[in-house]
């Protein structure tokens, strides 16, 4: 049994959604694009898993936050 040396996995690197010539705008107002990066639970998913960069990450995340005080968004979904 020879456990020759593999070559590891590579996984491509996604863009970000939110960068690029015609990008979507974030906006608290539109809410089927911020509910894309709300998980079922109502949690708001990492940039990890949805590949968006720090920036437009942290611009989500008020969006986010901004259309849930306003009542535009559950903060819970049970």
């Given amino acids: 049994m020879t456990t020759g040396a593999r070559r590891p996995f590579f996984r491509r690197r996604k863009s970000c959604p ?3 010539a015609n990008a ?3 906006d608290y107002k539109d ?5 894309r990066y709300i998980s079922e639970r109502g949690k ?3 940039s990890r898993i949805t590949a ?3 920036k437009k990450q942290r611009e989500l995340a ?4 901004r259309a849930r005080f306003l009542g535009l968004l559950p903060y819970v979904i049970r």
Avoid at 62 to 65: G, H, M, T
């Fill in 44 to 46: 708001i998913v990492p």
């Fill in 31 to 35: 809410t089927r694009l911020l509910s």
């Fill in 52 to 54: 968006v960069s720090a």
């Fill in 24 to 26: 979507p705008k974030i």
């Fill in 62 to 65: 008020q969006a986010i936050k």
């Fill in 18 to 20: 939110f960068s690029g």
